[in-house]
Structures are given as structure tokens and as C-alpha cells.
């Protein structure tokens, strides 16, 4: 999988300097539910990262589909990948450098576009684009603010001191759309600012068990503490975010990844499908294509060889453009 940067955005240095900065942040982390990175590559006048290629769809995907068709996903299901999310992201949060020190490391955009599930039952975190950490060269500018409004804490709107209960706050929201199939926070693309940070200090999500009867009446506790709108009130870290969650599902159980798995699979078939057949043409004209170029790296990664698709993004096409199931 390939992520690229666009020709007409080389000569501008602080997006290169991000570019690189997410390469180095993701490339220093080794988890089975975080996105590997393998090579940070320049060809033919092209920058791009390439990475692990996720056989699956989004949680966007998912719950979009969910919510259009009113099929929920079993809670058991919802908890395993909240649990691996959780992991994942504790891992990030206390990530040393390769010399050592603490890389103090925030995803900053914990939201369903950003957690991936592949066909095998596995929760893969994406996109550490805008992850911040002590190993950046290229930082926010003052009162800048980044990531997807919706799945913000409300302290991303104040300050830049801010540390892993965003991350927790933004996993919450998951959490709770995955549960009821409703939007956390429906905000209008074109909205001013102080709209949007208004919504988001006023946010009262109802417990999704008034939603939808199946969820443990735990849960809803779960949710309240990770969405706290006063950060001192959330989990300080995942790890204690993940106890929360498998104490509250004690009485209902967790769903194992053969289990995901085979809900995955079952439900979302023909999706499946659409992606061998496009797979398959892929692997057909990458093996007409031409002998790649050589190229160059940066940052003393390995150097990649060839791009398969007109996309730029190997194997992964624009699904989010595609006809969904």
C-alpha cells in the first residue's frame, strides 16, 4: 500500500517535513495492530510511504453499512475491536525511540477512518499523519488545530498540552457509534469553528443501552468516563481504558478474531468479492508493466520498486468512491 505525496506539494517543506516525520513515528513502532511501515521511497520526482497492505474496510465502511442496512454488529465483536484499538494505541503512547527515549507519541486522529479491519479478524490503526510526538521536525502552528472535528476533545480546541486522554476521548466516540449506529457528533463540513467547538463542549451522549437493548448497562459507564468532556475525569491511559472495558463485558464476553472473523466474512461477502476482482487485475498489469526505475530513499529505509496501480496506492483502490455493498 502506498501513500503519496502530490508533485504540486514537494517544494512546500513543512508538508514534506510531516510527510517524513509520520514515516519515522510509524516505522519506529512494531505492534500487530498498528500499520507497518516498510520503505520511505523517491522516484521519478515522487515521494511516498509505503505500508502494509490491509486487506479489509474501514470502521467508517463498517458502520456505514451497519447503519444503513440497521444490522448491528454483535457487542462482542465491538468490545475485541475497541480492545485492540485500545492496545495498539497504549503501545503508541509509550513507544521509546530507537535510542531509547520516550517518544511521547498521540495519534490525534482516533476515528472509524482511521481503524481498519481486515479480513482475518484484525484491527490494524492507520494514518499517523498527524501524530505528535518528540521525534517531530515539523510541528502544529500556534493555535492550529488538527484532526477530524467530530472525534476532537473538547481541550484540542484551548491548548497544545495535550497527552494520551485525547486519544482515549476519540476511541470513546468509536465506541459508542459502533454500539448505537448513530453519529456521535453531525457537524456540517462548511461550519464555523466556534460552531463546532460549541457542539463539542455541549455533547451529551445518551448510554447506548437506551439505544440499543442488547448493550450491558456496563458499558454505558464505560462510554460516560471515556467521553468525559473534563479530561480528568476519562482514563488516564489505554491500558486502563481496555481493564474498563473487559470488566464491563465480563457478563457478555469478548468475540476472539476467528470470531470477527467469521462475522466479517459472512457479512460483508460480496464486498470481498469486489476486492479479489480488482486484486486479480492489479497482479494482471503490474506483470505487463515496465522494469521500475531505480530509486532513492530517505531516512535510511529500503528502497520500493514498483507501483501497481494508477492510484498510487498498490493494491488498495479508492473504495471510499466505489459502490458500497
Given amino acids: 500500500n502506498w501513500k503519496k505525496i502530490k508533485a504540486s506539494k514537494l517544494s512546500e517543506q513543512h508538508l ?41 474496510e474501514t470502521l467508517s465502511y463498517v458502520w456505514k453499512q451497519l447503519a444503513k442496512n440497521q444490522t448491528h454488529m454483535p457487542v462482542t465483536i465491538v468490545v ?29 486522529d482516533v476515528s472509524p477512518q482511521n481503524l481498519m479491519l481486515d479480513r482475518n479478524g484484525y484491527l490494524k490503526v492507520i494514518d499517523f499523519g498527524i ?28 491548548t497544545r498540552d495535550i497527552d494520551a486522554r485525547v486519544d482515549v476521548y476519540g476511541l470513546g466516540l468509536v465506541l459508542w457509534e459502533l454500539l448505537t449506529l448513530r453519529p456521535g457528533i453531525d457537524i456540517a463540513p462548511d461550519a464555523p469553528l466556534q460552531e463546532v467547538v460549541d457542539t463539542v463542549d455541549k455533547l451529551q451522549l445518551a448510554p447506548p443501552s437506551t439505544i440499543w437493548s ?17 479530561r480528568a475525569q476519562r482514563y488516564a491511559t489505554m491500558d486502563d481504558f481496555a481493564a474498563a472495558l473487559r470488566k464491563a463485558s465480563a457478563r457478555s464476553g469478548v468475540s476472539s478474531s476467528a470470531g470477527v472473523k467469521k462475522w466479517f466474512l459472512g457479512t460483508f461477502a460480496h464486498r470481498l468479492e469486489k476486492r479479489r476482482a480488482f486484486e486479480t487485475d492489479a497482479f494482471s498489469r503490474a506483470e505487463r508493466a515496465p522494469a521500475p526505475k531505480e530509486s532513492t530513499t530517505s531516512s535510511g529505509l529500503p528502497v520500493a520498486r514498483v ?14 468512491a466505489r459502490p458500497g455493498l
Fill in 16 to 56: 514534506l517535513g510531516m510527510f517524513f516525520d509520520e514515516a519515522k513515528t510509524v516505522a519506529a513502532l512494531s505492534h500487530p495492530h498498528i500499520v507497518k511501515v516498510f520503505e520511505l521511497t523517491r522516484s521519478d520526482g515522487n515521494v511516498a510511504i509505503v505500508m502494509e497492505y490491509v486487506d479489509g
Fill in 80 to 108: 475485541k475491536l475497541l480492545l485492540d484499538a485500545a492496545e495498539a494505541l497504549g503501545a503508541a503512547h509509550t513507544a521509546t525511540s530507537p535510542d531509547g527515549k520516550a517518544m511521547q507519541l498521540i495519534h490525534r
Fill in 131 to 158: 501524530a505528535k510526538s518528540t521525534q517531530q521536525t515539523e510541528l502544529t502552528s500556534p493555535g492550529g488545530i488538527k484532526g477530524k472535528l467530530s472525534y476532537l476533545a473538547p481541550e484540542t480546541f484551548r
Fill in 214 to 230: 442488547e448493550v450491558p448497562t456496563e458499558l454505558d459507564e464505560v462510554v460516560a468516563k471515556a467521553t468525559a468532556a473534563d
Fill in 307 to 320: 507501483d501497481t496501480t494508477e492510484h498510487g496506492k498498490g493494491l488498495a483502490p479508492p473504495f471510499d
